[in-house]
């Protein structure tokens, strides 16, 4: 079995509750909707635990890159939890990796990759990860 789709190899999970919404005409929640609970995983994260300040910040994180593989499908109203762990940490960059797992299931349904390129607010160039983000990145580093 592929390693990306097992639950352990993920250091921090966020609940994301379904909606009826993102389901589409196949009865299954839409491959665009994946990217969504990806973003919001990892920005609740450095929001939540990291004390990024999306608003009026100096430093702010822009994606650079993403994709998604899909294994099985969800549905409204399956909850689901989102696996993150991180697989390189630079000095301006960071590469997230990411699955969905219905609630209670060992296997991903869905896993995938997200770089973020931390910047400058107004400049929009590339800085030095702040040292609060840099330390919760860090504590979720596979090994």
Excluded: K
Aim: hydrophobic content about 40%; glycine content about 4%; some cysteine.
């Amino acid at each position: 079995m592929d390693e990306t789709r097992q639950r352990q190899r993920y250091r921090h999970f966020t609940t994301i509750t379904t909606r009826w919404h993102d389901n589409d005409l196949y009865g299954h929640v839409n491959n665009v909707i994946y990217y969504g609970f990806f973003d919001s995983a990892v920005n609740r994260l450095l929001v939540e635990h990291a004390g990024l300040d999306i608003h009026a910040g100096p430093v702010i994180a822009l994606v650079v890159s993403s994709n998604c593989q899909y294994h099985a499908s969800v549905a409204f109203p399956q909850p689901i939890e989102v696996g993150l762990a991180i697989s390189r940490l630079g000095n301006s960059s960071v590469h997230y990796q990411l699955a969905v797992f219905r609630e209670a299931h060992e296997q991903a349904c869905a896993t995938g990759n997200f770089v973020h390129v931390f910047v400058d607010r107004d400049s929009r160039r590339p800085t030095p990860i702040p040292s609060r983000l840099r330390q919760v990145l860090s504590d979720l580093l596979q090994d």
